[in-house]
């Protein structure tokens, strides 16, 4: 057997948006059910890099399929400036559950902008109106790219508003998005506006402020994937019906974390982890919600759902690169 070597452009070409909405689907209910092992986050800092690693292992029983894998992700400050790197790098390795053989080694970036999108989908599909058109997005960075791609999957989106400090951000995203849907520049607060918001900033001190939401609005709280860091007022968080992703993860580094320490919101505060809308033990949005808020940290399973997605494709498409990493010769 050989590993298949999939690069960037391999796990873009082979995860369609609408599957991998599918998949991440799938991994929320099967992590809700019980039908998935996700040990916690581990970090290693790395703070004369002025960076971290970040090791996320996970296996999913989806019922007609399941997966394993880990990926391998970093956050480093510099690298942009000083070695014309990413500021976040990963690699994924996809492992059969059956055999533990590397099925795959996989582009972990592009994999971690399409779950992440994908996820946000998921949430915006359980809790924005049914009717929603128009999507604000705040941080014009290489994430906010598959919020408008997945989202306009699950909502009829017609108008974007993108709000960003570099204007060249917004000017790229526009350029790029321009002939598919209305864009247009603007502040937070128009960005806050719309039907559906996704914030997707590394900012500590929070930008959002209640009153610049509309009562029907629902949120993607994407940024926050660290300790202190925090794009919604404490009123906005509490005025809202309040969906997690994962509790260990979004009260120690999610949107959620800082008014979580400091007493302000407590377990009272949260309405449902997202796996518990999906299976239905849970509502999702209906008359009397308002506000909602998804708090996204980004899971492990999501990214072994998304691998799934790419390795079966790429294997039925017959593209990657396969080589061998295992010796064959069993003694």
Same mark, same amino acid.
């Given at each position: 057997?050989?590993? @298949? @070597?999939?690069?960037?452009?391999?796990?873009?070409?082979?995860?369609?948006?609408?599957?991998?909405?599918?998949?991440?689907?799938?991994?929320?209910?099967?992590? /809700?059910? +019980?039908?998935?092992?996700?040990?916690?986050?581990?970090?290693?800092?790395?703070?004369?890099?002025?960076?971290?690693?970040?090791?996320?292992?996970?296996?999913?029983?989806? +019922?007609?399929?399941?997966?394993?894998?880990?990926?391998?992700?970093?956050?480093?400050?510099?690298?942009?400036?000083?070695?014309?790197?990413?500021?976040?790098?990963?690699?994924?390795?996809?492992?059969?559950?059956?055999?533990?053989?590397?099925?795959?080694?996989?582009?972990?970036?592009?994999?971690?902008?399409?779950?992440?999108?994908?996820?946000?989908?998921?949430?915006?599909?359980?809790?924005?109106?049914?009717?929603?058109?128009?999507?604000?997005?705040? +941080?014009?960075?290489?994430?906010?790219?598959?919020?408008?791609?997945?989202?306009? /999957?699950?909502?009829?989106? /017609?108008?974007? %508003?993108?709000?960003?400090?570099?204007?060249?951000?917004?000017?790229?995203?526009? !350029?790029?998005?321009?002939?598919?849907?209305?864009?247009?520049?603007?502040?937070?607060?128009?960005?806050?506006?719309?039907?559906?918001?996704?914030?997707?900033?590394?900012? /500590?001190?929070?930008?959002?402020?209640?009153?610049?939401?509309?009562?029907?609005?629902?949120?993607?709280?994407?940024?926050?994937?660290?300790?202190?860091?925090?794009?919604?007022?404490?009123?906005?968080?509490?005025?809202?019906?309040?969906?997690?992703?994962?509790?260990?993860?979004?009260?120690?580094?999610?949107?959620?974390?800082?008014?979580?320490?400091?007493?302000?919101?407590?377990?009272?505060?949260?309405?449902?982890?997202?796996? !518990?809308? %999906?299976? +239905?033990?849970?509502?999702?949005?209906?008359?009397?919600?308002?506000?909602?808020?998804?708090?996204?940290?980004?899971?492990?399973?999501?990214?072994?759902?998304?691998?799934?997605?790419?390795?079966?494709?790429?294997?039925?498409?017959?593209?990657?690169?396969?080589?061998?990493?295992?010796?064959?010769?069993?003694?």
């Amino acid at each position: 057997m050989q590993t @298949l @070597l999939l690069n960037h452009d391999a796990v873009e070409t082979n995860a369609k948006m609408p599957d991998v909405i599918g998949a991440v689907s799938d991994a929320f209910a099967a992590y /809700e059910r +019980g039908d998935a092992q996700m040990p916690a986050k581990s970090y290693i800092d790395l703070e004369r890099y002025n960076g971290d690693f970040r090791s996320m292992p996970a296996y999913l029983d989806a +019922g007609e399929w399941d997966a394993a894998g880990i990926k391998w992700v970093n956050v480093h400050l510099d690298n942009v400036e000083q070695y014309d790197l990413p500021t976040v790098l990963g690699t994924m390795i996809y492992s059969d559950p059956k055999n533990a053989f590397p099925l795959a080694i996989m582009d972990g970036t592009a994999l971690t902008r399409l779950r992440t999108g994908a996820a946000a989908a998921v949430a915006t599909d359980a809790l924005a109106i049914e009717d929603a058109t128009s999507l604000g997005i705040i +941080g014009a960075g290489v994430q906010s790219y598959t919020q408008l791609e997945a989202i306009a /999957e699950v909502r009829p989106i /017609e108008k974007v %508003v993108v709000s960003d400090l570099d204007e060249e951000r917004v000017a790229r995203f526009i !350029e790029r998005f321009s002939d598919a849907f209305e864009v247009h520049p603007g502040s937070v607060a128009d960005a806050a506006a719309c039907d559906v918001l996704s914030t997707v900033t590394p900012v /500590e001190d929070p930008i959002v402020e209640r009153k610049m939401v509309s009562e029907h609005t629902h949120i993607n709280a994407m940024g926050a994937d660290a300790e202190g860091k925090h794009e919604l007022t404490d009123q906005l968080l509490l005025d809202s019906t309040l969906v997690i992703d994962d509790f260990e993860q979004t009260t120690h580094s999610g949107e959620i974390n800082v008014p979580w320490k400091e007493g302000v919101l407590t377990r009272e505060d949260i309405h449902a982890a997202l796996g !518990e809308i %999906v299976v +239905g033990k849970t509502n999702g949005r209906t008359a009397e919600t308002g506000i909602s808020v998804f708090d996204s940290t980004g899971l492990a399973i999501q990214d072994v759902a998304t691998a799934h997605v790419v390795y079966e494709h790429a294997t039925e498409n017959n593209n990657g690169s396969p080589f061998d990493l295992v010796e064959s010769d069993v003694q």
